[in-house]
């Protein structure tokens, strides 16, 4: 692989090392969007399987409902994320993160609700509960700073910090502490978790 700028190399909205596969569903962000918000999820299709184009096929609208019972859940959901990033660190980007992607769903985070609005959503192929992988987190790092370059984020959540009770993802098997030790970025930057009574490192 070619070295890659700290800062990343952009076309717009679309990073030029994520692998492209545009998704259909997204939308124009409120007239003067603060983009200061990473919003974390987890997904794998079905549940617990990984490697399939399952997810790929879900946000592209092309996902056959009838190929597993699961898919009966989510039927006819329209859904998106800017980026994923799979077990082996192949980051694929759907959705121009300069544009409204559909992720957050009901959400609400730093006093400011629809998140969609105003964060970039970055899916993490996985289960809820489950570890991730060493070259998840190394592209995730990457990708934070590459996103920090191009948007004032200065706040990381996961999906269930922005809608609590309503989503568990990516859950506790996300080292959050991690994240933050890769970045180096401000514990304030993320969950409460880290500026609780154990921080890192302490
Ligand atoms: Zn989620």
């Not at 076309?11 to 919003?39: F, K």
């Not at 990457?142 to 922005?162: F, K, S, T």
């Amino acid at each position: 692989m070619l070295p890659e700028s700290p800062a990343g190399s952009w076309t717009g909205g679309w990073l030029a090392t994520a692998r492209h596969c545009p998704s259909p569903n997204h939308g124009p962000r409120p007239e003067g969007a603060q983009i200061d918000l990473i919003v974390l999820h987890s997904i794998s299709l079905p549940p617990g399987v990984y490697g399939g184009p399952e997810v790929e096929q879900l946000f592209t609208n092309t996902l056959d409902w009838d190929a597993h019972p699961y898919f009966g859940q989510i039927r006819g959901m329209e859904v998106s994320a800017h980026f994923f990033i799979r077990r082996d660190g192949e980051l694929v980007q759907f959705v121009d993160a300069d544009a409204r992607a559909w992720h957050a769903g009901a959400s609400c985070w730093r006093g400011r609700g629809n998140c969609n609005d105003d964060s970039i959503g970055i899916e993490l192929e996985g289960l809820e509960g489950e570890p991730f992988e060493a070259a998840q987190y190394a592209t995730l790092s990457q990708l934070c700073r590459q996103l920090q370059a191009r948007y004032p984020v200065i706040h990381v959540a996961g999906h269930e910090h922005i809608a609590p009770g309503r989503k568990q993802d990516p859950g506790p098997g996300f080292e959050w502490a991690r994240l933050q030790h890769d970045l180096g970025w401000s514990p304030a930057f993320f969950p409460e978790t880290l500026t609780g009574a154990n921080p890192p490192g302490a």
